[in-house]
């Protein structure tokens, strides 16, 4: 069993903003894969699918973004999931927006939810995707992370997202140095 896990807030008012970009590409991930992650189980929702004959499960945490390690920890030790199973996607403010970086492993980056899983898995060892969101100096970072992506943005980040799923989905019949040579360049 592998895991995608997508961080982001559940409910509607976060719908569409730019920390729930994980859940929008899990949205894209499951669409490709005909299922729905709807499931709930492990303080999230779920769906198993399989990619290439792997069985995978996609998980979008609805423990909120600050707490999304105990979410992912519930599954990881139920199905006994290996680190290097695991694929983190989330939101990078840092990145400008339109593109995703792969990497193996590293540190949270000021990110709450990857340091919640940092904290909850032991280690900085697992694979992420990051999704640039950009960033607006004149703009609180809560109120920025919060709100929704700028028309005149949203060209750039669908592409982001399609890139992002495209990746998680080659990764899990590649392996990861192949799909970051094949997707960091993007």
Same mark, same amino acid.
Request: proline fraction near 2%.
């Given at each position: 069993?592998?895991?995608?896990?997508?961080?982001?807030?559940?409910?509607?008012?976060?719908?569409?903003?730019?920390?729930?970009?994980?859940?929008? /590409?899990?949205?894209?991930?499951?669409? #490709?894969? *005909?299922?729905?992650?709807? !499931?709930?189980?492990? $303080?999230?929702? &779920? @769906?198993?699918?399989?990619?290439?004959?792997?069985?995978?499960?996609?998980?979008?945490?609805?423990?909120?973004?600050?707490?999304?390690?105990?979410?992912?920890?519930?599954?990881?030790?139920?199905?006994?999931?290996?680190?290097?199973?695991?694929?983190?996607?989330?939101?990078?403010?840092?990145?400008? /927006?339109?593109?995703?970086?792969?990497? #193996?492993? *590293?540190?949270?980056?000021? !990110?709450?939810?990857? $340091?919640?899983? &940092? @904290?909850?898995?032991?280690?900085?060892?697992?694979?992420?995707?990051?999704?640039?969101?950009?960033?607006?100096?004149?703009?609180?970072?809560?109120?920025?992370?919060?709100?929704?992506?700028?028309?005149?943005?949203?060209?750039?980040?669908?592409?982001?997202?399609?890139?992002?799923?495209?990746?998680?989905?080659?990764?899990?019949?590649?392996?990861?140095?192949?799909?970051?040579?094949?997707?960091?360049?993007?």
């Amino acid at each position: 069993m592998k895991i995608i896990v997508g961080l982001g807030n559940p409910g509607k008012e976060y719908e569409n903003t730019r920390h729930n970009s994980g859940f929008k /590409v899990m949205d894209e991930i499951a669409k #490709e894969c *005909g299922v729905s992650i709807e !499931q709930k189980k492990f $303080k999230a929702l &779920i @769906a198993t699918t399989r990619i290439g004959g792997e069985q995978v499960m996609l998980m979008k945490p609805q423990t909120y973004m600050n707490n999304s390690g105990e979410a992912l920890i519930e599954a990881v030790k139920f199905y006994h999931v290996d680190v290097e199973d695991i694929l983190v996607i989330y939101d990078d403010m840092d990145m400008p /927006v339109g593109k995703i970086r792969l990497r #193996e492993k *590293g540190s949270a980056g000021g !990110q709450n939810g990857v $340091k919640s899983i &940092i @904290a909850h898995l032991h280690t900085q060892d697992f694979k992420r995707i990051r999704v640039g969101i950009g960033k607006d100096a004149r703009v609180p970072v809560v109120d920025w992370v919060l709100g929704k992506i700028r028309k005149e943005d949203q060209a750039e980040y669908e592409k982001a997202v399609a890139n992002a799923k495209d990746a998680a989905i080659f990764s899990i019949t590649h392996s990861f140095v192949d799909t970051m040579s094949n997707f960091n360049k993007k």
